[in-house]
């Protein structure tokens, strides 16, 4: 037993987390690069104007992160995270192949017509069939995949815990560096060797990163899929609705809860709070019934469970303005600098490589944070990751304003000095300014939501809460869509012009800057928001404090008591007949 044992606890930590930086720093280093030039590919070779470009883009990213939702849904109940991440990302690589292929072949490229679109029939069909295929993939995988990575630690040890909140900046850091690599290397390939080739070279990246995944298998913790969190969410709404005209009992002792012996020792019990009093009605044992049926009576850890996914909505909606300022960043700063000077020194940078400047930032930023501010802010707060996960979104929310508003002051200068006579262009690298200072937004937002859905979500929703951050990155590009054509609809009935702000293909005769500050004052309301929101919220340890939470991830209950007993006492572990099972 004690070589079982042994074997089992040398499963997960950063060993078997390395398998996933490992694809998610290859995955991410194709798209980035692909996200930030595709615009041009776009522009130029698939012959969209401005908007049609930019909206394409934001509706694609848009998809990518709203399918996040379906990769954790899936490896929340039908398969394991490790197979759905091999499944997903199987099809992300299909759908890289067809992407290289339409690049290459000028056949499937249309003519120019000069409309919003050119798109039109079978060419229609292969390009938006392999770009939305690319997209299944890529979103369901990254909604899998930084959960897979943080089952691999146990949160109630309080190694395990400090690991966890490390966990989730490294793989940051990974994605940062890959990034990096994709902006330069991949953006001077698309832009200088041709858009194919490009796209090849993300493929064959995403599919090694793939087999590099599948040879860490021995080494992971394997979650398996447990009921699907969506039908247990609907059987709590479905039976309160059905009791609505009842009264709650004044006691919540009386609410319906199943004992210690009837509870599987992986899954947690929440006990009861005040808040969202009218689904505890879903709790109400049913007079005619002599036993419990999940339509007629959820029990209160299930009530819990959805009154946690109801706090974390308003923490959800108060990101995705920030995210929608991400994806015109993304956008609007890529047609900007095709009008500013590459040049740095001797060397010219390709406009989409810009990026390149926060994300080295962030890569310095990132081991600083880690191994400096959080041991010292960890001695002061106590808190295993130094500070809250919603202080840490918080100051994300406060520089996303500085950042737009620093972008419409750059816009400014920029279409001023190259609508002089002669034209001058400004240096390209006045874009880094707002880059920047939204690279260390992101840092900031980004990990704070992986850990604070991870975290706080109910045991059997993990991944697809984790899946949540990406919904707010897909809410995001889809509302930027919307602000752009809504803007250009009432700015075109206001303006003496008659133009919309973001009117045409040429960018010098718009007003973009118009349309950055709009943002950063959206953004300013949207913290107000937020601040509401996070003070209101009651993070899940102080909720439940005295009660006895979950595993990190829902294992085989025999090999988790085996780790928590081993953790504890190193001895006398009780032998089971599925120790060997994972």
């Not at 079982?4 to 950063?14: L, N, P, R, S, T």
């Not at 109940?77 to 091999?86: D, E, G, I, K, N």
């Not at 290397?185 to 990163?209: E, H, K, N, P, R």
Request: glycine residues 8%; hydrophobic residues 45%.
């Amino acid at each position: 037993m004690g070589d079982k044992v042994a074997g089992i606890k040398q499963k997960g930590g950063f060993r078997a987390c390395t398998f996933v930086f490992v694809l998610s720093a290859l995955e991410n280093m194709g798209f980035i690069a692909n996200g930030i030039s595709m615009v041009l590919y776009f522009k130029n070779e698939m012959h969209f104007d401005i908007a049609g470009a930019s909206n394409t883009l934001t509706n694609f990213f848009g998809s990518t992160f709203l399918f996040c939702l379906v990769g954790g849904f899936i490896s929340d109940t039908y398969l394991s995270r490790f197979a759905t991440c091999l499944v997903l990302g199987t099809l992300e690589v299909l759908a890289l192949v067809m992407l290289t292929i339409q690049a290459y072949s000028k056949s499937l490229h249309p003519p120019d017509c000069g409309k919003s679109s050119c798109l039109k029939g079978a060419i229609a069909a292969y390009f938006y069939g392999s770009l939305y295929l690319y997209s299944l993939g890529c979103g369901g995988n990254r909604g899998t995949l930084p959960a897979l990575g943080a089952g691999q630690f146990d949160e109630n040890d309080p190694k395990g815990a400090k690991a966890l909140a490390s966990y989730f900046n490294f793989y940051l850091f990974a994605t940062t560096l890959a990034a990096m690599i994709g902006v330069t290397a991949i953006v001077y390939v698309f832009i200088d060797q041709g858009w194919w080739l490009g796209f090849l070279i993300s493929s064959v990246a995403t599919l090694i990163g793939l087999i590099a995944l599948a040879i860490g298998k021995p080494f992971y913790r394997i979650q398996q899929p447990g009921e699907s969190p969506l039908v247990r969410v609907a059987q709590v709404i479905v039976v309160a609705i059905k009791n609505r005209k009842l009264s709650l009992p004044d006691n919540p002792e009386e609410l319906y809860e199943i004992n210690k012996i009837e509870r599987v020792c992986t899954e947690e019990r929440i006990p009861h709070t005040n808040q969202f009093r009218c689904l505890d009605k879903a709790a109400i044992v049913p007079k005619d019934s002599t036993a419990a049926a999940p339509w007629r009576v959820c029990t209160v850890t299930q009530v819990e469970e959805v009154k946690i996914l109801a706090r974390m909505m308003p923490i959800l909606a108060s990101t995705i303005i920030m995210n929608t300022c991400l994806a015109q960043l993304q956008t609007l700063s890529v047609t900007q600098g095709a009008y500013m000077d590459p040049r740095l020194g001797s060397i010219k940078v390709p406009t989409p490589s810009i990026p390149v400047l926060p994300l080295l930032f962030m890569a310095i930023l990132i081991p600083i944070y880690e191994f400096l501010f959080v041991p010292f802010a960890r001695k002061i707060t106590g808190h295993p990751a130094g500070i809250t996960q919603l202080q840490r979104v918080g100051v994300g929310l406060v520089l996303s304003v500085i950042s737009m508003t620093i972008a419409g002051f750059v816009e400014v200068k920029r279409r001023n000095a190259f609508n002089q006579s002669p034209p001058k262009q400004i240096s390209l690298f006045w874009l880094s300014f707002q880059y920047c200072i939204f690279g260390i937004a992101d840092m900031f937002t980004f990990v704070g939501l992986l850990e604070f859905f991870y975290k706080e979500a109910p045991a059997g929703m993990r991944t697809l809460a984790t899946s949540f951050t990406f919904l707010s990155l897909s809410f995001g590009n889809f509302l930027s869509s919307a602000f752009v054509e809504i803007i250009n609809a009432v700015t075109k009935r206001i303006t003496p012009s008659r133009q919309g702000w973001l009117h045409g293909k040429d960018i010098n005769k718009n007003n973009a800057n118009l349309f950055y500050w709009f943002l950063a004052i959206v953004s300013v309301l949207n913290f107000v928001l937020y601040l509401y929101s996070a003070i209101w919220y009651k993070y899940k340890q102080e909720n439940y404090s005295d009660a006895k939470t979950t595993t990190t991830s829902v294992l085989d209950a025999n090999e988790e008591k085996i780790d928590r007993d081993y953790g504890e006492a190193k001895q006398n572990v009780p032998a089971s007949s599925d120790d060997d099972r994972i």
